[in-house]
Antibody, heavy 117, light 111 residues
Framework: EVQLLESGGDLIQPGGSLRLSCAASGFTFSSSPMIWARQAPGEGLEWVSAINADGSATYYVASVKGRFTISRDNSMNALYLQMNSLRADDTAIYYC??????????WGQGTLVTVSS | QPVLTQSSSASASLGSSVKLTCSLSSGHTGYIIAWHQQQPGKAPRYLMRLEGSGTYNKGSGIPDRFSGSSSGPDRYLTISNLQSEDEADYYCETWDSNARVFGGGTKLTVL
């Protein structure tokens, strides 16, 4: 059974940094592209970033480019999102998801990031 | 980059059927999409992959009550024999080159 477990969410001040983790199990992680998506309070889903299976290609939504970095450790079955220069509008639940045939077929339960002074 | 347009809300009675729509923007009308369900307070759940031909492939454990269809730029999710647990937000998803897009979501109320 595919399992994705996010962690690292916290209350952080504007301008601060945070690293989210996503622990994967139940599938061949090293063969699976992955994404991060987020959901601000009361809002819809927003794609944040994607990474291919071996980590050689990464993609970002314009609003986080230059501030967020996606990475993965295939030896640890782990996905990461390093978030710097955090802003109030980054407040959201952050989900990791596994891509299968280019779509988000398995989701984690999410981790809450709150950016506030 | 494609844009996915969804109605903000829909409602239907318990035991009836409802058809939700996700519309692809001009120039992207042949794109494949996915449908996701998000019940209140829960993470999204993948429902199906839906092609422009109307062919769809559901995720594991998705009930037969859920089906997909397509017409031109529109992708539909039909839920038959509505149950109370179907009350949720429904999102469509697609991707293009280096970007991924979600629709704004439809909040389904089961009356």
């Amino acid at each position: 059974e595919v399992q994705l477990l996010e962690s690292g969410g916290d209350l952080i001040q504007p301008g601060g940094s945070l690293r989210l983790s996503c622990a994967a199990s139940g599938f061949t992680f090293s063969s699976s592209p992955m994404i991060w998506a987020r959901q601000a309070p009361g809002e819809g889903l927003e794609w944040v970033s994607a990474i291919n299976a071996d980590g050689s290609a990464t993609y970002y939504v314009a609003s986080v480019k230059g501030r967020f970095t996606i990475s993965r450790d295939n030896s640890m079955n782990a996905l990461y999102l390093q978030m710097n220069s955090l802003r109030a509008d980054d407040t959201a639940i952050y989900y990791c998801a596994k891509l299968t045939s280019s779509f988000s077929t398995h989701w984690g339960q999410g981790t809450l990031v709150t950016v506030s002074s | 980059q494609p844009v996915l347009t969804q109605s903000s809300s829909a409602s239907a009675s318990l035991g009836s059927s409802v058809k939700l729509t996700c519309s692809l923007s001009s120039g992207h009308t042949g794109y494949i999409i996915a449908w996701h369900q998000q019940q209140p307070g829960k993470a999204p759940r993948y429902l199906m992959r839906l092609e422009g031909s109307g062919t769809y492939n559901k995720g594991s454990g998705i009930p037969d009550r859920f089906s997909g269809s397509s017409s031109g730029p529109d992708r539909y999710l039909t839920i038959s024999n509505l149950q109370s647990e179907d009350e949720a937000d429904y999102y469509c998803e697609t991707w293009d080159s280096n970007a991924r897009v979600f629709g704004g979501g439809t909040k389904l109320t089961v009356l």
